[in-house]
């Protein structure tokens, strides 16, 4: 757990950049959707969830706390900057709207 706390802490001090998170999102969209809204229902929707909630489990995901056999490659390939980016672009969306649902 102390690695995780030292990965929040780093990647507290990059300021995460919405369009560099946007650039990122890319091989998220496959599984998560354009816009954070994922086309299975097998996926969690992305969009307007809070940021340091998508930066924890992305981390988790990258430190081996937990395991997909999607997610977890991708996330081992994510930096601090990349997961704090890709968190903040996410939350940045907004939540779910009637219409999307």
């Known amino acids: 757990m102390m690695m995780a706390g030292t990965a929040i802490a780093a990647a507290a001090a990059h300021a995460a950049d919405i369009p ?29 969830q809070n940021a340091a909630y998508l930066q924890i489990q992305l981390e988790r995901f990258r430190e081996g706390e937990r395991y997909h056999a999607l997610m977890t490659p ?3 390939s994510l930096s601090d900057e990349d997961i704090a980016d890709l968190a903040t672009f ?8 009637a219409v999307t649902r």
Do not use: D, M, W
């Open 20 to 48: 560099s998170g946007r650039a990122k999102s890319a091989q998220c969209v496959a599984c998560h959707g354009i816009a954070g809204i994922a086309p299975n229902p097998t996926f969690p929707h992305l969009a307007g």
């Open 74 to 76: 991708i996330a081992e």
């Open 90 to 97: 996410y939350s940045s969306i907004g939540p779910l709207s």
